[in-house]
């Protein structure tokens, strides 16, 4: 698990010093493994405790806090796990707090399984930064000409990405490469992109009830110590997923306007005005960015869920650690 980028700032901007907002989430147990994102502890018999804070990664960076996202996160895909337990078998076991999982333990694959119907994105791996840059044939699939910014492809793509390590940024991957480079057996690449696409299919339904198109995610599965695969880390949050307003899609596309999103691209758009793509210092947003970024976080978990979204009280590591001592956790 990479760890956070040592090269973050120490006060991460105005809206996230001292706003009941969740940068770490310290507890008295073993085996303490940071993402950028989240912080699992180990628990007996092959378990973990996976605690979601309120970091927002961009760029591969963790560059803002955003209030209640970790909330949103952990509630959010343990109802994905609900609403796709036919499909497959998750990591999930229990939800022992808001904003934290009790998971099994995998060894995650080396690859991360993105799934996409949209042409767009900003980063170096995003279709639209390849097709932009000339290139037609992206991850092993041949593209037409002619193409414009957030048109939605025919049929989902997989286009797998190797996981990389701290510091590191993901790289292109064909699902061939998957394969011939040894990161995934084939017989198991096979389930795994059966599976990744009826996810994907599953999630986009759900989502087009709730006036949302979902353009593109990410997946990552492991091996269980059992041999068997797991879906693990997360599902179908505003993290992982791009969410698009639907029913004023085709009117911005027309526009030229960028779609109406319920996820981090604002963030990311945001940085990308300031010339930021990934190196040096972290640009200081105002606060409305991390507040905007927090509406549209619970704002996908009430529309995607049909539930009220109701903020828990007090801080998480102190909610934890009483849980922990009153042995709820263990
Ligand atoms: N069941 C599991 N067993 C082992 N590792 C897991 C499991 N579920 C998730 N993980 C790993 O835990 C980490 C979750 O932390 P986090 O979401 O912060 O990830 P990250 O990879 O650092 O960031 P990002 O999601 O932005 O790429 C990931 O490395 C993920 O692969
Ligand atoms: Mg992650």
Redesign the pocket.
Same mark, same amino acid.
């Given at each position: 698990?990479?760890a956070v980028d040592p090269g973050m700032p120490g006060p991460i901007g105005p809206a996230s010093v001292d706003d009941g907002v969740c940068t770490d989430i310290d507890l008295p147990l073993p085996g303490r493994?940071e &993402?950028?994102?989240?912080i699992?502890y180990a628990l007996p018999g092959n378990r973990?405790l996976?605690c979601a804070t309120d970091r927002l990664?961009a760029f591969?960076r963790f560059v803002l806090a955003v209030a209640d996202k970790g909330q949103v996160l952990t509630e959010l895909s343990a109802w994905w796990c609900a609403q796709t337990a036919d499909i497959t078998v998750s990591?999930l076991r229990s939800l022992p707090d808001p904003n934290a999982m009790i998971?099994?333990?995998?060894t995650?694959l080396p690859v991360e399984v993105v799934v996409r119907q949209a042409l767009t994105g900003s980063t170096a791996t995003a279709l639209w930064t390849q097709y932009a840059a000339g290139n037609r044939v992206l991850y092993g699939h041949r593209l037409p000409e002619g193409l414009v910014k957030n048109a939605l492809l025919p049929a989902p793509l997989i286009t797998p990405t190797t996981?990389a390590a701290a510091g590191d940024h993901d790289r292109p991957l064909t699902a061939t490469e998957v394969v011939r480079q040894g990161l995934v057996p084939a017989a198991a690449w096979e389930q795994v992109s059966a599976t990744a696409l009826a996810l994907f299919s599953r999630g986009q339904r759900i989502a087009a009830a709730a006036g949302l198109l979902l353009a593109d995610t990410k997946y990552?599965f &492991?091996w269980h110590h059992e041999g068997h695969l797991?879906l693990?880390?997360?599902i179908h949050t505003p993290?992982s997923s791009r969410f698009w307003e639907a029913s004023t899609y085709e009117q911005r596309l027309a526009a030229g306007a960028e779609p109406e999103s319920l996820d981090k691209e604002p963030v990311r758009l945001a940085l990308a005005a300031r010339g930021f793509t990934g190196a040096g210092p972290i640009p200081l947003l105002e606060p409305a960015v991390a507040e905007q970024t927090s509406d549209r976080y619970r704002s996908a978990f009430t529309r995607l869920t049909g539930r009220t979204f109701r903020a828990a009280p007090g801080p998480v590591s102190g909610r934890l650690r009483a849980a922990l001592a009153r042995g709820e956790i263990a």
């Open positions: 698990m990479p493994r &993402g950028k994102v989240r699992s973990l996976m990664s591969d990591h998971v099994e333990a995998a995650p996981k990552e &492991g797991l693990i880390d997360e993290d």
